[in-house]
């Protein structure tokens, strides 16, 4: 009896001087691995415009049917994205999705991709469905704010020439937005 008693208070002892396993979340929030797949951002171009054509190729290839997309045409009183249509409506229902990336792979103008965040809790149905808004990248340092007022003819292409996503005079904003 003694005996299991000392034993015991010994596990007891042993573990108090040992480093703590537990992390303090949501305090410190415990970082991913580089391919995690979290929550979607809709990216833009450096200017601002978005990147979602409309074109719904995520939506179809989507397994769970959790993308919706409807498209309508760009002018160029109005631009949001290059070329002819931008999505007017674009929803993720995140109580369907599995995160399982076809809708990146899909995607012609790498517009949407899934990112690190990963505290997605809703308090209704309605609100596990995240609309363009909340889906929508945050206009880079030096962008215009769709829609924008364009030169006539100014982006006749879906996908133009623009500067490097990667560039790394951009790197730290991406990295304080979207934590990678
Ligand atoms: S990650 Fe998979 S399940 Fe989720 S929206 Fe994209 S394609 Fe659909
Ligand atoms: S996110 Fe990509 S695949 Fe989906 S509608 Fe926009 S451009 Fe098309």
């Not at 833009?44 to 993308?67: F, M, Q, S, T, W």
């Not at 931008?86 to 109580?95: H, V």
């Not at 308090?123 to 704010?145: F, M, Q």
Request: proline content about 9%.
């Amino acid at each position: 009896m003694l005996g299991e008693l000392v034993r015991g208070l010994a596990t007891t002892i042993k573990h108090v001087f040992s480093r703590p396993v537990t992390m303090e979340y949501p305090e410190y929030k415990p970082p991913v691995a580089p391919r995690f797949k979290g929550r979607h951002w809709l990216h833009r171009y450096d200017n601002g415009l978005e990147k979602c054509i409309g074109c719904a190729l995520c939506a179809a290839a989507c397994p769970v049917e959790a993308i919706w997309v409807e498209a309508a045409a760009n002018t160029d009183e109005a631009r949001y994205s290059p070329g002819e249509r931008y999505a007017k409506t674009y929803e993720i229902n995140y109580l369907r999705c599995i995160f399982c990336g076809y809708c990146e792979d899909a995607c012609p103008t790498e517009a949407i991709v899934l990112g690190h965040g990963y505290e997605l809790s809703f308090t209704s149905r309605e609100d596990a469905i995240y609309e363009k808004a909340r889906l929508i990248a945050p206009v880079p340092p030096g962008g215009t704010p769709t829609p924008q007022q364009v030169a006539p003819g100014s982006f006749d292409r879906a996908i133009p020439d623009m500067l490097d996503p990667e560039d790394q005079e951009r790197l730290p904003f991406k990295k304080d937005f979207y934590g990678e």
